[in-house]
């Protein structure tokens, strides 16, 4: 079974800095797709970033980007220029394709202070 | 396009009582989740439906849970007997028939308090 691991359960961070939020992912297949799913207190669970695992590019989306390790099975997230908004739990996830579900971490609760 | 809507948002129950959360996903999406969120948990895969046919069960889902999509839209989970363990957030999710990228489209949830 596909397992995901988030090591770091609370971090923080100032405004304006820079955090990398770490995941590490077990399977033996070699073809899946990674998330980062940001959920804000009280709101609902909005995706950050996808990556898929036969790219070999790193995802980005404006502050956000993913530095993927797959013969390490590493998958972390970076925030660059922090911004209030994104105090969240943040989770890391996993699936083989796009038929089989999410397989989720613990979450790591972000906190951007000013 | 609006999102995917569950009702009710808070409930509180006596243990021993039977509670049914809905879920609406977007419309003409196909496939519709249910997965459980404790206190510092990750969401917890429990049930999924392709239209009206349901294609996996975790072992999470014991036989006081039961999900219905009936039509192939909305979708039931009605817990029987409820234990202060079923406390938690249900999360409810939808996903595309096409291009489907494997994203997750999320309801703010149903959060279930039993005394």
């Known amino acids: 079974a596909q397992t995901v691991t988030q090591s770091q359960p609370e971090m923080s961070v100032q405004e304006a800095e820079t955090v990398t939020l770490s995941c590490t992912y077990d399977?033996?297949?070699?073809?899946?797709?990674l998330f980062w799913y940001k959920q804000p207190p009280s709101r609902q669970m909005i995706l950050v970033i996808r990556?898929?695992?036969?790219?070999?590019q790193n995802a980005t989306e404006n502050r956000f980007s993913v530095n993927f390790q797959k013969a390490a099975k590493s998958f972390s997230l970076k925030i660059s220029d922090s911004q209030l908004g994104d105090t969240a739990m943040y989770f890391c996830?996993?699936?083989?394709?796009?038929?089989?579900?999410?397989?989720f971490g613990k979450g790591t609760r972000l906190s951007v202070i000013a | 396009d609006t999102g995917v809507s569950q009702n009710p948002r808070h409930k509180i129950t006596k243990r021993g009582q039977n509670v049914t959360f809905r879920c609406d996903p977007i419309?003409?999406?196909?496939?519709l989740y249910w997965y459980r969120q404790t206190l510092g948990q990750g969401p917890e895969f429990l049930t999924y439906?392709?239209?009206?046919?349901?294609?996996?069960k975790s072992r999470l889902l014991s036989d006081r849970f039961s999900a219905e999509r009936p039509k192939g839209s909305f979708s039931t989970l009605e817990i029987q007997r409820t234990e202060q363990g079923d406390s938690a957030m249900y999360l409810c999710?939808?996903?595309?028939?096409?291009?489907?990228?494997?994203?997750?489209?999320f309801g703010e949830g149903s959060r279930l308090t039993v005394l």
């Open positions: 399977t033996s297949e070699s073809n899946y797709y």
């Open positions: 419309s003409e999406h196909n496939r």
């Open positions: 996830a996993f699936t083989l394709s796009g038929n089989t579900p999410l397989v």
């Open positions: 990556q898929e695992a036969y790219k070999q």
């Open positions: 439906f392709q239209n009206e046919a349901q294609l996996e």
């Open positions: 999710a939808s996903t595309p028939r096409v291009r489907n990228t494997g994203e997750l489209f």
